[in-house]
Nanobody, 122 residues
Framework: QVQLVESGGGLVQAGGSLRLTCSASSRTLSTYSMGWFRQAPGKEREFVAS????????DYTDSVKGRFTLSRDSAKNTMYLQMNSLKPEDTAVYYC???????????????WGQGTQVTVSS
């Protein structure tokens, strides 16, 4: 079973930056794809970014392209989401996710973290 733990959320002013971290258990295979989703109040959970097990394939939702950067350290089963130029609309609970298939992690990943709150003030 894959265990995921997010950290790095907090309160930041618009235009500021935050770095989210997702740490996976040692049982997580390095070949697993990982990703980030977010859920704002009153909205459904949405895809933010994903990265393949090798790190060669990275995808972002249009609203964060050019502002967010996803990376991973497969040896440590750790994924990072560097969020720059944050906007109030980025406010949400951010969830780490993982799946054995890259296509699945962007849509219906099997494993989820508990989430970390990101709040961006005007």
């Amino acid at each position: 079973q894959v265990q995921l733990v997010e950290s790095g959320g907090g309160l930041v002013q618009a235009g500021g930056s935050l770095r989210l971290t997702c740490s996976a258990s040692s049982r997580t295979l390095s070949t697993y794809s990982m990703g980030w989703f977010r859920q704002a109040p009153g909205k459904e959970r949405e895809f933010v970014a994903s990265i393949s097990g090798s790190g060669r394939f990275i995808d972002y939702t249009d609203s964060v392209k050019g502002r967010f950067t996803l990376s991973r350290d497969s040896a440590k089963n750790t994924m990072y989401l560097q969020m720059n130029s944050l906007k109030p609309e980025d406010t949400a609970v951010y969830y780490c996710a993982a799946d054995s298939f890259y296509t699945s992690v962007r849509r219906f990943p099997h494993y989820w973290g508990q989430g970390t709150q990101v709040t961006v003030s005007s």
